[in-house]
């Protein structure tokens, strides 16, 4: 697989009438640290979708920085549509990775998802090992999250650190946990009178077997933005 293609499906209410409208196209994500139990298939293309109150859709996407080679370290995009989906654009880069550790951007962004609010709200997590010591892809995983209120045009400040050290979880670390179970992950965005707030779940791991004598577990967070 050298390349993947972000494509949203359109479909008419009552009918089976199904449409493809393109987004984008990124190089084939990166191999896993734990082949060959662990497929190229795991780090790679990936996407997800939301609407905001304003019937804006979004579409946050994996990319590679530097689509001149396959496997590049992962980023995390940002496309929207005005138009209920038939077109696209651009809007910008979300992950900020190389804000703190990360060398040579070498670390790698996965796992995005997205969640709209009102008009213009929305909020992104993934994950990324900025904080591996060393930048391995086997330690150093966190979970990140980042808010716009103008559909993704500008950010409300840098990404922040949602997931922390636990003592009494093994695949837990101070500098973030061992293996990213990026399949169990979700985001919703709750109104309250005074604020809205994220909520996450993930799952963290030690690898990618897991299992009896390499458990992982599933976190919850809830924030406001």
Request: proline letters at 10%.
């Given at each position: 697989m050298t390349s993947g293609h972000h494509e949203v499906s359109r479909t008419a209410a009552g009918t089976?009438?199904?449409t493809f409208s393109d987004v984008a196209t990124?190089?084939?994500?990166?191999?896993?640290?734990?082949?060959?139990?662990c497929g190229f298939a795991f780090f790679g293309v990936q996407d997800d979708i939301a609407i905001d109150a304003a019937g804006t859709l979004y579409v946050v996407w994996q990319d590679?920085?530097?689509h001149e080679t396959a496997a590049s370290p992962p980023i995390v995009q940002l496309s929207r549509s005005d138009d209920h989906g038939k077109t696209w654009t651009y809007v910008g880069r979300v992950d900020d990775k190389t804000a703190t550790g990360c060398a040579a951007s070498a670390c790698y962004a996965l796992f995005p998802r997205v969640e709209g609010g009102g008009p213009g709200q929305i909020a992104v997590m993934w994950m990324d090992d900025?904080?591996?010591?060393?930048?391995?892809?086997q330690n150093?995983?966190?979970?990140?999250?980042?808010?716009?209120?103008?559909?993704?045009?500008?950010?409300t400040g840098p990404s922040r650190r949602m997931s922390s050290f636990d003592a009494q979880r093994p695949q837990s670390e101070p500098n973030g946990f061992r293996f990213p179970y990026g399949d169990y992950e979700g985001i919703d965005l709750l109104a309250t009178r005074t604020s809205t707030q994220a909520v996450m779940i993930w799952g963290e791991g030690i690898n990618y077997a897991g299992g009896p004598g390499d458990p992982?577990?599933?976190?919850?967070?809830?924030?406001a933005l």
């Open positions: 089976s009438n199904t990124a190089p084939a994500g990166p191999p896993c640290a734990y082949k060959p139990k590679g920085q530097d900025r904080l591996g010591l060393p930048v391995n892809h150093g995983w966190n979970v990140w999250l980042r808010a716009s209120v103008t559909g993704g045009t500008s950010w992982g577990a599933v976190v919850y967070r809830r924030v």
